[in-house]
């Protein structure tokens, strides 16, 4: 959602980057899924939620507090808009860094009206201070507002009308145990099967009127790294191509020539992917490498392929970090089409992956 949190480095320009940029922004309201029967897949999730939400209606309460977990662009915001829907609800929508402050927090609390969702995103980066009134008011529908310092400062407790929580972060490991254990429900959002973004993909189109066949859909899901946010962006790049090029239709060449020229290749790749699993293939026989070496061979930071390149590629099953440094998988070799080097059977981390 922050997309100010995430634009620098080479993160920032790349098309397959997960964080919304202002263009996602301005188009994924149009977007979101309205209610539970059109969110796309997370079954598991869809059924358990869909349980908690009927039954505080039918008992006239508010909701439990829902704790969503899950990368970002996986539809954590979209489902928390559906929650306050579902509940008939209004929604106020902050994010942890931007309450850095008790004070910050008891202000937002104080004016919720009874039953409205309060969308907490990013809830792990949220101060320590206000993390501690949240416990409260999430248990009690309480808050204890400090008024003065020193010895001299007094707890004035204020009545909170019952509200619901809905808490986002990328791991919910990330929370400490007090905080994670006041959430009623908690769901972990996982990546989405291709065929399922190829629905994403369909929907979308029409909701943009643009005009796809079923192959040209599957084509731009198995290149959006499992990921709705990213299959919504990459349509909207293919739909540019298709209406300058072409017809306007999005069909499966349309879609695999207009992403070749992004350079997101068909498995999601894209450049700077691309560039390190290539210098560690043809510079390093596969490696092992140090994250250092590997770095400076691609003309990158050390964090940036740490943390934009690598999470996917390990996630891929393309490259592995071990103790030793950076191995490539026999898939790697495979997907840039190269042979790998024989190796003497001398037992290293490279052979393992070899099964050697
Ligand atoms: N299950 C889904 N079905 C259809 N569209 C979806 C689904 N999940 C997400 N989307 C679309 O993907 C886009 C991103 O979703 P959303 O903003 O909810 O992600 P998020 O997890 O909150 O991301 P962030 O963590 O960056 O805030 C939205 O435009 C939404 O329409």
Do not use: C
């Not at 202000?107 to 201070?129: K, T, Y």
């Not at 596969?286 to 990158?300: K, N």
């Not at 998988?329 to 840039?336: D, Q």
């Amino acid at each position: 959602m922050n997309w100010d949190d995430t634009t620098d480095g080479a993160a920032a320009e790349r098309l397959v980057d997960t964080a919304a940029d202002r263009e996602d922004q301005a188009v994924e309201a149009a977007l979101r899924p309205k209610d539970l029967g059109e969110f796309i897949g997370q079954e598991k999730v869809r059924e358990q939620l869909d349980l908690v939400l009927r039954a505080a209606r039918a008992r006239g309460a508010t909701a439990d507090h829902v704790l969503l977990s899950g990368a970002p662009g996986l539809g954590k915001t979209t489902l928390s808009m559906i929650i306050a829907a579902e509940m008939g609800a209004p929604i106020r929508i902050t994010s942890g860094p931007a309450i850095q402050h008790a004070g910050d927090l008891a202000a937002i609390l104080s004016s919720l009206q009874e039953g409205e969702v309060l969308f907490l995103d990013e809830i792990h980066r949220m101060s320590r201070p206000a993390e501690e009134m949240l416990y409260m008011a999430m248990e009690d529908f309480r808050v204890d507002v400090i008024v003065g310092k020193g010895p001299g400062a007094t707890a004035i407790p204020l009545e909170l009308p019952p509200f619901t929580l809905v808490g986002a972060t990328t791991r919910a490991g990330l929370l400490p145990p007090p905080l994670r254990d006041r959430f009623g429900f908690t769901a972990h959002m996982e990546f989405y099967e291709p065929r399922e973004l190829q629905r994403v993909v369909h929907r979308s189109a029409a909701l943009l009127d643009v005009e796809i066949d079923p192959s040209g859909a599957a084509e731009i899901a198995g290149r959006s790294r499992g990921t709705p946010r990213i299959a919504n962006r990459l349509l909207r790049r293919v739909r540019d191509y298709a209406q300058v090029k072409a017809d306007g239709l999005i069909t499966e060449d349309i879609a695999a020539a207009a992403l070749a020229v992004y350079e997101v290749d068909e498995r999601g790749l894209d450049r700077l992917d691309r560039g390190v699993l290539e210098a560690l293939l043809k510079l390093f026989g596969g490696g092992p490498v140090g994250l250092s070496t590997l770095a400076v061979a691609v003309g990158e930071e050390r964090e940036t392929v740490e943390e934009v390149a690598e999470p996917f590629l390990v996630r891929e099953g393309l490259l592995a970090r071990t103790p030793r440094g950076r191995v490539a998988t026999p898939a790697a070799w495979n997907h840039l089409g190269l042979t790998p080097p024989q190796r003497p059977a001398t037992g290293n981390g490279q052979q393992d992956l070899f099964g050697a």
